[in-house]
């Protein structure tokens, strides 16, 4: 794989070029452009997805030759998780090499700028499992992707696992939880989904923002967790506040079994900080973790031959193999637009929409790609670019590894549909947007 980090400065410059093997031409290459953020507050989280993402890619130049025949080019341009520098990259980026074929923002503020823009360039974003939850219906948002669950299903599922734990959903009744969350669009998203629960099953929660400028400064909140005693603490978190969050927690001795991460708020840069005082916190996930998976015998051949991204010794975490994830559903994608367009050929973006929009992973073909176990199947729609079968796994931490809790856990679809819908139709209304058919 060609691979090439281009480093952002404020204003918008190219200041860094690194490990770019030859010049690749448009018709060469299946271009990938990839926001990361590898340095900051946010790099311990942006770090081993980014590997993660570059691997996959080298891995099937490296296995397969690309996608009949047709390589991956990665590039990747720093946004330090910073909106207005993700939207810089992602004008430089676009046109490069032919044009993109699908953007990966990685970042939920970034995919909102986004959007209207990815729209008229006709460029698909790729938000797996954060941004916008509405962009799930894509009559409304035909060049948004957020499979293989939103965070709206997200919330209803750990909700869903909190009542199983009490004994049912009718034990939720004066309860009350704490929810502690990153001060941004990522960190707000789910708050409208939680607050319809508190009133369907009577429960109450209070909300602890953390500011994105003084992640690392949580005595406060966790001071007033500590005088308010909720029965559970739910975290929508990223970069250094969760490990500053899971310490303090750690450090006022709230019951680590009753604190529960989003799927950004569970990973090992998350606990390893805390000790031994993180052995028990649980989080949810959509992908598994460790590398007793068969691709890791392709990545572990990638690392052998001198061709990964990243020091052997830190692969296989969480958020290393959910960026392979994000790669592996990309890479299927465009071997079924390349099927319904022409094998051997570069797509191009409205291909991949298509590609993207027809996506169907199933359990059998990750059979084949030795992915079995590590990420869910999904199937897209035009309808549904959620997937239609979202749902999380709880993992806990144990001081060494993460260990999965439960089998799946459905999203309370009938609940969330519906407000999926809403939003968008207001969306479109205050747009002009006229939705495309689905029919």
Known sequence: ???????????????????????????????????????????????????????????????????????????ECETGYKTDRGVECYDRVKNEYGGATVVNPWSTGITYALIE?????????????????????????????????????????????????????????????????????????????????????????????????????????????????????????????????????????????????????AAEPDVLPAGDGAIGYKGATFNGVGTDYKVYDDINALYDAGQGSWDKSEIGGVLYSRGMAAAAYITEAVRTAQEHFGKGKRITSEQMRWGLENLDVTEARLGELGLSGLIPPVKVTCLNHEGTNPAIKIQQWDGKSWEIKTDWIPADVDLVRPLIEQDAAQYAKENNITPVSCS
Request: aromatic share 14%; glycine share 10%.
């Open 1 to 75: 794989m060609h691979f090439r980090n281009l480093t952002m400065g404020l204003a918008g410059a190219a200041i860094g070029l690194a490990g770019m093997a030859a010049t690749a031409s448009a018709e060469d290459v299946q271009f990938i452009p990839n926001l990361v953020y590898k340095t900051g507050p946010y790099a311990p989280s942006g770090t081993p997805t980014a590997h993660g993402f570059a691997d996959y890619f080298n891995m099937v130049n490296m296995r397969d030759g690309g996608v009949n025949g047709v390589k991956f080019l990665v590039e």
């Open 117 to 265: 823009k990815a729209a008229a360039d006709k460029i698909p974003l790729l938000s797996l499992g954060y941004g916008r939850t509405s962009a799930a219906d894509g009559r409304v948002f035909p060049y948004v992707f957020n499979f293989p669950a939103t965070y709206w299903s997200q919330a209803t599922s750990i909700i869903d696992y909190i009542a199983s734990e009490e004994g049912g959903k009718d034990k939720l009744k004066g309860m009350n939880f704490g929810f502690v969350y990153l001060d941004h669009p990522y960190g707000k998203e789910p708050i409208p989904t939680l607050d319809i629960l508190a009133e369907k099953y009577g429960f109450t929660y209070d909300k602890y923002p953390v500011p994105p400028a003084s992640m690392t400064e949580q005595k406060s909140i966790w001071l007033q967790v500590r005088r308010s005693k909720p029965a559970y603490v739910v975290m929508w978190g990223w970069g250094a506040m969760n490990s500053t969050a899971i310490s303090e927690a750690a450090n006022i001795r709230y019951p680590m079994d009753k604190f529960i991460g989003n799927w950004w708020s």
